[in-house]
């Protein structure tokens, strides 16, 4: 029996993958930062609440009176945050993050269960030029670490709900939900009151380039809340795209919300011939008794960044005698090296220079590069 297995959506990261991991987190949150964004840390652990149940590990305690979750997403931990330890700061409150999360099961895009997430998010803020500026910030991070060919897929919570918004029957929402992601119209409306169709349908015909699905999306604008939906879409692609015209934007309303939390308008952003979304945001809402707070914001997942960077990591890795001054190891460093100490005799130092593959060794104060095989 082997003793060393990890269940299947978990992994060691190593060497290098755990290194650029590290760099592109650390320049993602700078760039949030630096655009005012303060840095918090939330805990891997809390109570289980109706908020952050979904999808995740459930931990009993005999001791305790309320059940444990592992986080399986830090954007409601924020919401938590926001609303207690600092519900009289000023907002717009506008945060950043970093953090392992933990899914008790993967989709088919993305089966991994544990990875790393950082993220930002505007507490308190219902103009729509907040969502605008989670999408500019996106990107701004994403083309940072190296992503190209960058697709945005819009949508919103808004249409399905004003569709089933007086249905409540469960199993005809599941199957016309599950239709409508197929976009099959002929069966989804069979379990569609009628009067609904006409709507259905340009629900539907929306599904593609926003460019070319403008007049089906006005027609949506049935009632206050899906005019206000319709326009808001309209203004996030027409700001946004202003400055990055060659970003390819596509609408998608006919896909539930999988985090389960999002109340109004959602991005996905993918990139080209890459598994899994780069990074997923849009709006929501959190309570604390009877104070309700609109906020917006979005996550990158950085098991998706590295594999779409077109980034080629290159390093200079020397090794050097153990008993070298502390005044050529900084010179060494300062030059861009990597360094790593030998502890065995000096003759033996570029043998294992080769065999660990490295671009040089120091011999008597001197650096000597070795030929790539």
Do not use: W
């Not at 979904?54 to 005999?62: A, D, H």
């Not at 500019?136 to 709900?161: C, M, P, R, W």
């Amino acid at each position: 029996m082997i003793d060393n297995l990890l269940p299947p959506g978990f992994k060691d990261e190593i060497f290098d993958q755990s290194s650029i991991e590290h760099k592109y987190k650390n320049i993602i949150i700078n760039i949030f930062q630096s655009n005012g964004y303060k840095l918090v840390k939330t805990p891997l652990i809390e109570y289980e609440n109706s908020t952050n149940e979904y999808n995740s590990f459930l931990i009993k305690e005999k001791n305790e009176k309320k059940n444990f979750v592992i986080r399986s997403d830090i954007t409601m931990q924020i919401a938590r945050l926001s609303m207690s330890r600092l519900k009289n700061k000023k907002r717009p409150l506008k945060l950043c993050y970093y953090g392992e999360v933990v899914r008790k099961k993967g989709t088919i895009l993305r089966p991994e269960r544990q990875f790393l997430q950082v993220g930002a998010e505007c507490i308190g803020e219902t103009s729509y030029l907040a969502d605008v500026e989670m999408l500019y910030l996106a990107y701004q991070a994403l083309t940072a670490v190296g992503i190209k060919n960058i697709s945005i897929e819009l949508s919103s919570h808004i249409f399905l709900d004003y569709l089933f918004k007086n249905d409540e029957n469960l199993e005809k929402n599941i199957k016309a939900r599950s239709f409508l992601r197929k976009k099959d119209f002929n069966n989804s409306i069979k379990f569609i009151d009628s009067k609904f169709h006409d709507f259905t349908h340009s629900l539907l015909f929306c599904s593609g380039n926003i460019v070319e699905k403008i007049f089906f999306l006005e027609q949506l604008k049935v009632n206050k809340e899906t005019t206000l939906a319709v326009e808001e879409l309209l203004n996030i692609y027409t700001f946004f795209s202003n400055n990055y015209p060659k970003i390819k934007f596509i609408l998608d309303l006919t896909e539930s919300d999988y985090l389960n939390y999002h109340t109004g308008t959602r991005f996905t952003i993918f990139a080209k011939n890459v598994r899994g979304e780069v990074a997923r945001g849009g709006r929501y809402t959190s309570q604390n008794n009877l104070l309700t707070e609109n906020s917006t914001g979005f996550n990158c997942y950085m098991d998706t960044i590295i594999r779409a960077s077109s980034i080629i990591e290159k390093e200079k890795k020397i090794i050097i005698p153990f008993d070298i001054c502390e005044s050529k190891k900084n010179e060494l460093i300062n030059d861009g090296y990597i360094i790593e100490t030998f502890f065995g005799e000096k003759n033996k130092i570029k043998e294992i220079a080769i065999i660990k593959k490295f671009d040089a060794y120091l011999i008597e104060d001197k650096i000597i590069q070795l030929e790539k095989k």
